[in-house]
């Protein structure tokens, strides 16, 4: 079965700290993966999508993600975060035509 | 584009109702998607549509939801009836998907559905 794992649901940290969001997925094939986020109120929109090349894929904000195939991740890494960057994070991906998300990572920064 | 349309962005509506939720996905898409998110669920998937056929709709959790994609621009999920426990937000995504271009999923405002 298709399936995405986030390992942490609650992240709590200070502004400056650096950001890891661990993202695992279950899929045999060739996928596609994304980094959504989600701001109190609003829809999600997204951070960064890997589809192929170069496997560490630079977003929005200062976010990036590295595709380690042989462990079939996708982790989100921000070097410094800062309180605006308080929301919810999803991973997500596509094998054939679904798209199928993980549970969420709610950060929150404190300043 | 303007983006993923959703219709109505808030809903309040009594136990028992049918409710109507409306999305236009943007022009040039093939894939529709629709989401349910709750505090306690998550972000589920409820149904998605390549080209207008539905794909996989084992997320539909009871007879009482339908959906239906009568053509490229337009898709529809009711709930008949309405149950409280229904209540939740309601997102529709639309995507490219192929062998040569493709794109990520675009999100709705959503619809937040109350059902008292």
């Known amino acids: 079965a298709q399936s995405v794992s986030q390992h942490n649901h609650h992240v709590i940290l200070s502004e400056a700290a650096s950001l890891e969001l661990g993202c695992n997925y279950s899929?045999?094939?060739?996928?596609?993966l994304f980094w959504y986020v989600q701001y109190p109120g609003q829809h999600l929109q997204l951070l960064l999508k890997?589809?192929?090349?170069?496997?560490l894929v630079k977003g929005i904000k200062g976010f990036e993600a590295e595709f380690i195939k042989s462990k079939f991740s996708f982790n989100l890494r921000k070097p410094s975060v800062q309180w605006s960057d308080t929301a919810e994070y999803f991973c997500?991906?596509?094998?054939?035509?679904?798209?199928?998300f993980g549970t969420g990572t709610r950060l929150l920064v404190s300043p | 584009d303007a983006g993923v349309i959703q219709s109505p962005r808030h809903e309040v509506t009594e136990m028992g109702q049918e409710v109507t939720l409306r999305c236009k996905p943007i022009?040039?898409?093939?894939?529709l998607f629709w989401y349910r998110q709750t505090m306690m669920r998550g972000l589920e998937l409820l149904i998605y549509?390549?080209?207008?056929?539905?794909?996989?709709d084992s997320g539909m959790p009871e007879d009482r939801f339908s959906a239906k994609m009568p053509n490229a621009s337009f898709s529809t999920l009711k709930i008949q009836p309405s149950e409280p426990r229904d209540s939740a937000v309601y997102f529709c995504?639309?995507?490219?998907?192929?062998?040569?271009?493709?794109?990520?999923?675009?999100f709705g405002q959503g619809t937040r559905l109350t059902v008292v």
């Open positions: 022009s040039g898409h093939n894939s």
């Open positions: 899929y045999g094939g060739t996928v596609n």
């Open positions: 997500a991906f596509t094998g054939f035509q679904k798209l199928v």
């Open positions: 995504a639309s995507s490219l998907q192929g062998q040569g271009a493709r794109t990520e999923a675009f």
């Open positions: 549509f390549n080209n207008n056929v539905p794909i996989d």
């Open positions: 890997y589809f192929s090349g170069d496997p």
